[in-house]
């Protein structure tokens, strides 16, 4: 089992559309929680970080996580094609003196005009 | 984009060669990472490095070696290239934001092994 799960997609919503994507993981030792977006050819860029269990809000982008679960999870309100990307989940604990990122897979999104 | 630059960003080279790709930073960060990407994967750790001469294995070490002489430059050296490390390589490096660490990626290097 992968320490990290998610959805690879791809996933396709109308514009204007809210998204919803997850992760899961099983490592209670992640403390910090991120999503990256990418672009097709471009380095992952963050977009969210948050380090503990509740809601954060920037913009139209809402990232969850509920510890107890262990599920995150990244909201996206009044979606735009500009939206259309790839979405990494990510997770990080300290391990052996440096800070260690667990991957999700990536969900492919794209969002039509 | 965190001031970090890759090179190569992009090489095609043939089974056996040694490949040499390069990292630079900035801004004197003390972590910074090498991760490949590969479809089905998502990004998966070879090496990181905690300062100058600091370093040490990551997720997919097997195949790679690196060295940190300097804390701008992070080089990644395949010692015989083969066809299963063509992938996407980025580096990155952490960056303190409030109570943690954020990671910041490279553009990335498009590395074809033939």
Redesign the interface.
């Given at each position: 089992q992968k320490e990290v799960e998610?959805d690879?997609g791809p996933l396709s919503v109308p514009e204007g559309a809210i998204v919803s994507l997850n992760c899961t993981y099983s490592n209670s030792a992640f403390?910090?929680f991120?999503w990256?977006r990418q672009y097709s050819?471009?380095?992952?860029?963050?977009l969210m970080?948050t380090?503990s269990s509740g809601n954060k809000e920037d913009g139209r982008f809402t990232a969850q996580v509920d510890k107890s679960s262990k599920y995150i999870s990244l909201f996206i309100r009044d979606s735009q094609p500009s939206d259309s990307a790839t979405y990494?989940c990510?997770m990080?604990a300290w391990i052996?003196?440096?800070?260690?990122?667990v991957?999700?897979?990536?969900t492919r999104l794209t969002i039509n005009p | 984009?965190a001031g970090i630059t890759q090179s190569p960003r992009h090489k095609v080279t043939e089974t056996g060669t040694p490949v040499t790709l390069r990292c630079h930073q900035t801004e004197n960060h003390r972590?910074m990472?090498w991760y490949r990407q590969d479809p089905?994967?998502?990004?998966?750790?070879i090496h990181?490095s905690?300062g100058v001469k600091d370093t040490?294995k990551?997720e997919v070490s097997d195949g790679y070696s690196v060295s940190r002489s300097k804390t701008e430059d992070f080089l990644l050296t395949l010692e015989s290239a083969t066809s299963s490390q063509t992938s996407v390589y980025?580096c990155a490096i952490?960056e303190s934001?409030g109570?943690?660490?954020?990671?910041?990626?490279?553009?990335?290097t498009?590395l074809t092994v033939l």
């Open positions: 998610q690879p403390q910090y991120m990256y050819r471009k380095g992952p860029e963050l970080y380090y990494l990510a990080s052996q003196g440096a800070q260690k990122l991957f999700g897979q990536g | 984009d972590y990472y089905g994967h998502g990004l998966r750790l990181y905690y040490d990551g980025f952490s934001k109570a943690g660490y954020e990671q910041f990626f490279g553009p990335g498009r």
